[in-house]
């Protein structure tokens, strides 16, 4: 298995630097499944698209929510379909055979044959006990029906967990991954981000918003913007040709928020005025 | 040279003397790891080391302490860059732009001996003085050698756009100064022990462990940050108990219409939401002055849990409760500290804490029934009386406290820490001083014990 460089990551769209690379390939080599956590908008998500893409794999992805059970992530039996089954056929001996069953994402990207990437996205939203269900496909790759037995898998997928951090995993979980802190891009990675997704931005200009970007993430702000935010607000800003502060509401998402920037740009312009 | 399993294990016990437990699974799979890629360079190890073992933030900051010490090695992290170098430096100022090269480089040494001349040279600081550290720091700030310094960073002449990278150059500069600063002069008075500092004063190097008080501005604006998203895991925890009772009878008319769609059989029970009473939580917190930073911390626990979750409600106190869960709903997180400007507003009488009083009036004006109360505070009552009459009700009126206290329990009731009367009745009385000590205590409750009816 080759290595990942960064030059693979750049070819499509994305932008990292080498601790981040050896993390993954890491991941990658000891086959383990990776854990990544951050705030939102850092490109927890994308990483996982951009991998499905560079290493041809197809993408298996189960939103995680509150409430989520066996039924909607690992597989289900369809009742009407084995109640149709019964009243029609007279031999009802195998009603839990294969062709009863409903593969959800998990399931699915188990028994695929195709090389598969399964992420598993805000994993902190699902409730503690669904965790527990990771825990045997996680680890052993594999996944027990009672009806049918144990199923394993073949070793050809890459696991990927996101978690906004809303709530503690659980020991169990992190002990069977490898984990990744992703934070804010600093300027460097910004400027290259936004030379490759905003039409006709020039180098100067881009080192432009990325130094402005970062100054207002450095605010105290109540929501601190995005990735993708800000690369909507410079695409509009480049598109328009001007920068005013009526289209701020791209970029900052707060009342007291847009006061701040406004009251700091003020200052800072007037003591480079001085 | 390569790192050994001998070293290996040698630092993995050198983790453990401080307080990290690293797995033997995890050293398995390093292990593991080094062997098939072959990894020749100490430096590569460690780096290994630092990505494979950690499994949350904090463990990872931690181990990223540890590994400093022990090989003296600085990680570079994600995004680690301090200071952003941009080409107008070049022109200028070729000192400032070296300066800066080393510290993303990890090289420290240059700023630690400014930080020295600093506090050798411009003042004549008499550190015995029984003041706290930041007045030195901000005795230093206060100096003309200080400022030229910073004035480095403005007399560049330099493009619009870069003035803005310039800016938080200069801002991250300033802030990593001041800590080496501060490092130094608790140093310095640490040398001088014998006429002021107690022995818990030494300096922790583990954030986590680190008393509230002892920590400075940027330490505090992360631990702040960690606290409010404690009691934002606190208040979901709460929530989905909630959720998790509410089961209650069939609800046989939908069960049936559910049916019809299989044929008639039963293939999913639906039933009919419980309608009954919440269980209540209050939290009180002392914010008076013997409090000091300790009061910061509890208000923003509670801003944690209050914005996620209306049933919960929230209180401080000086000399008389003031119900503050509303104020708390109002405001964003970036106001908190505005609260303790509003001091005046909290105060009923003389502005030293009461406890008899507050908690009289806490009883009056909470109308909860049977809940769960959390108090913040350290029960120093100021040589004032707390009556049994008072003991009693609370008893009554809650069905459990906790008790959350700021101080080290060695010097509970001393002075006027009335620590003993509470405890009879307490639930459960925790000391929590820092982080570590917040987040166990958090982690513990089970809140199936504690809440259910």
Redo the contacts between chains.
């Keep these: 298995m080759e290595d990942l460089s960064l030059k693979d990551l750049q070819k499509s769209g994305y932008f990292a630097?080498q601790?981040?690379l050896?993390?993954v390939n890491?991941a990658r080599?000891?086959n383990?499944p990776l854990?990544i956590?951050g705030p939102a908008g850092t490109g927890k998500t994308f990483l996982a698209k951009t991998l499905s893409g560079i290493l041809n794999l197809e993408l298996i992805r189960l939103q995680c929510h509150e409430g989520i059970d066996e039924d909607r992530a690992v597989y289900e039996w369809n009742?009407?379909k084995q109640?149709l089954s019964i009243q029609t056929k007279s031999d009802t001996s195998n009603l839990f055979a294969e062709e009863y069953l409903i593969k959800r994402p998990l399931l699915k990207a188990l028994t695929s044959e195709v090389d598969n990437l399964l992420l598993i996205d805000e994993i902190d939203r699902a409730?503690?006990e669904f965790e527990a269900l990771l825990l045997e496909i996680l680890a052993e790759n594999q996944i027990t029906i009672p009806e049918m037995g144990t199923i394993t898998g073949e070793e050809n997928k890459v696991i990927i967990l996101t978690s906004n951090?809303?709530?503690?995993?659980s020991?169990a979980l992190?002990?069977r991954?490898?984990?990744l802190?992703?934070?804010?891009?600093?300027?460097?990675?910004e400027k290259k981000v936004l030379m490759n997704t905003v039409e006709g931005i020039s180098e100067?200009e881009a080192?432009?918003y990325a130094?402005?970007i970062?100054?207002v993430r450095?605010l105290?702000?109540?929501k601190i913007p995005s990735l993708i935010e800000s690369i909507e607000w410079v695409k509009f800003n480049i598109f328009s040709k001007s920068q005013t502060d009526e289209n701020l509401g791209i970029l900052l998402k707060?009342k007291?928020d847009h006061k701040l920037y406004l009251e700091s740009m003020e200052h800072?312009n007037e003591s480079?005025n001085k | 040279m390569s790192l050994t399993t001998n070293e290996l294990a040698k630092f993995s016990a050198f983790c453990k003397d401080n307080n990290f437990h690293i797995p033997v699974e995890s050293s398995e799979i390093f292990l593991k790891y080094k062997i098939q890629k072959d990894l020749n360079s100490l430096e590569d190890s460690i780096k290994y080391l630092y990505y494979l073992l950690p499994k949350d933030y904090e463990s990872q900051q931690t181990l990223k302490s540890l590994i400093y010490k022990y090989f003296h090695y600085v990680i570079e992290d994600l995004n680690s860059a301090t200071f952003y170098i941009i080409d107008e430096y070049q022109n200028n100022n070729e000192k400032l732009l070296e300066l800066l090269e080393d510290i993303n480089l990890g090289n420290l040494e240059e700023l630690e001996r400014m930080s020295v001349d600093l506090i050798m040279n411009d003042i004549d600081a008499d550190f015995t003085r029984p003041v706290s550290d930041l007045y030195w720091l901000n005795q230093i700030k206060k100096s003309k050698k200080y400022q030229e310094f910073f004035d480095m960073f403005n007399n560049l002449e330099m493009s619009n756009f870069s003035e803005l990278t310039n800016q938080l150059n200069k801002e991250n500069m300033q802030r990593l100064l001041d800590n080496s600063i501060l490092e130094k002069i608790i140093e310095e008075r640490n040398k001088q022990k014998t006429a002021y500092k107690p022995s818990e004063l030494e300096p922790r190097t583990q954030l986590n462990e680190k008393d509230f008080l002892f920590t400075n501005q940027e330490e505090r604006k992360l631990l702040l940050e960690q606290t409010y998203q404690l009691g934002k895991k606190l208040a979901i925890k709460y929530k989905r108990f909630i959720k998790d009772s509410n089961k209650g009878n069939l609800f046989f008319r939908r069960t049936i219409r559910k049916s019809l769609e299989s044929g008639g059989s039963f293939e999913k029970l639906i039933f009919k939401p419980r309608i009954k009473k919440k269980p209540k939580l209050t939290i009180l917190c002392d914010i008076s002055g013997s409090m000091a930073l300790n009061s910061l911390f509890g208000v923003t626990l509670l801003y944690g849990m209050v914005s996620k979750f209306k049933s919960i409600k929230a209180f401080v106190f000086i000399d008389g409760a003031t119900e503050i869960s509303k104020t708390l709903r109002l405001i964003k997180k970036n106001e908190i500290e505005k609260i303790f400007s509003r001091w005046g507003d909290f105060v009923k009488s003389d502005g030293h804490s009461d406890y008899q009083t507050s908690l009289q009036e806490l009883i009056k004006i909470d109308n909860s029934e049977k809940g769960t109360l959390i108090v913040i505070g350290d029960a120093r009552n100021n040589y004032r009386n707390i009556s049994e009459d008072l003991i009693e009700d609370l008893d009554e009126k809650y069905k459990k406290i906790f008790w959350i206290n700021p101080e080290q329990s060695k010097y509970w009731n001393t002075g006027d820490s009335q620590m003993k009367k509470f405890e009879e009745i307490n639930y459960k009385t925790v000391e929590v001083r820092n982080y570590k000590q917040l987040k166990d205590f958090i982690k513990e409750i089970d809140l199936k014990k504690v809440l259910s009816l």
């Design positions: 630097d601790a981040l050896d993390v890491a080599f000891l383990k854990l956590e009742y009407k109640l409730d503690e951090n809303t709530r503690e995993l020991d992190r002990r991954c490898i984990y802190y992703l934070d804010f891009p600093n300027i460097e990675i100067d080192i432009k130094s402005l970062a100054f450095n105290n702000l109540n707060d007291s800072f480079n």
